[in-house]
């Protein structure tokens, strides 16, 4: 696995910032984005927007540091792996395997030694002028505009599953949306969890159910029209009937447990 990575065009922007090393990329403060995650006693992780100025425009970036966030499979490892280590790899394949999502600018895993616990730090480059699908949803009546928006994020899943991969955490605001000219174009983000797996129906169900449930449908329509995108068909067939009654059973046993 690689243990550093710089994209050379915002190595610069670093240097400028005097930002290019581990160190200072971890004491620097940045505005929070979400109240920080805690993995378990000693791990934690947070992701911070920053705003860095070059001679020609500003860069915003998100940084992901984590420290003892480890994935469970590399706990017993000599050399455990930070989550987001996890993450950055995905974003590469993913990006090779033509799924949308960001892109990578800088990543760096130091190791835990005797004096330091391990400690990681993901940088992408931020989606300016996209929104969380929740939130674009939300402000968005259109109704062929949300069906392209359905398109898409089908389109997507669909492309994520034939490869074999699952996102394992496929909420609305993991999916960002930008407009332009009537034109809709989205990204994946937060692939932390995301799995290259045998895709059962089962597991699609989950996935699919993941995604339905927190979405904010204006009614039953839509969310078929979602499902028929899905499954690329025009009307839905006995299969894919049985399917969304999972997905309905699914949904319901999240509520009770909600409760
Ligand atoms: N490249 C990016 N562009 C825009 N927003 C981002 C980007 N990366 C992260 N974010 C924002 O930061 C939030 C937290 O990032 P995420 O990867 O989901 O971290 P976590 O693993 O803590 O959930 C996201 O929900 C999103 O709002
Ligand atoms: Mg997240």
């Given at each position: 696995m690689k243990k550093r990575f710089l994209d050379p065009v915002f190595s610069s922007v670093l240097k400028k910032h005097e930002l290019a090393d581990f160190d200072s990329l971890w004491l620097h403060e940045g505005r929070l984005v979400e109240e920080g995650n805690v993995k378990h006693k000693s791990g934690h992780s947070h992701v911070v927007r920053l705003k860095l100025e070059d001679s020609t425009k500003t860069w915003t970036v998100y940084m992901k540091r984590q420290e003892n966030y480890i994935t469970t499979k590399s706990r017993i490892m000599v050399r455990p792996r930070a989550i987001c280590a996890r993450e950055f790899s995905n974003i590469n394949t993913w990006r090779k395997l033509g799924i949308p999502t960001m892109q990578a600018l800088y990543f760096e895993q130091r190791d835990n030694t005797k004096k330091n616990p391990l400690r990681a730090i993901l940088i992408t480059k931020g989606l300016v002028g996209y929104l969380p699908l929740d939130e674009w949803l939300a402000k968005t009546p259109d109704r062929k505009l949300r069906a392209q928006a359905f398109l898409k994020t089908a389109q997507a899943l669909r492309r994520i599953h034939n490869h074999?991969?699952?996102?394992?955490?496929?909420?609305?605001?993991h999916i960002f949306i930008r407009e332009k000219d009537g034109q809709l174009t989205i990204k994946l983000i937060d692939l932390e969890k995301a799995k290259k797996c045998i895709v059962t129906k089962r597991r699609v169900i989950n996935e699919l159910t993941a995604f339905i449930r927190r979405c904010e449908w204006r009614n039953k329509t839509e969310m078929l029209q979602f499902m028929k995108y899905y499954c690329g068909v025009k009307t839905l067939g006995p299969e894919h009937r049985r399917m969304l009654k999972r997905i309905y059973a699914r949904m319901q046993y999240k509520k009770d447990k909600h409760r």
């Open positions: 074999s991969w699952l996102h394992h955490c496929l909420f609305p605001k």
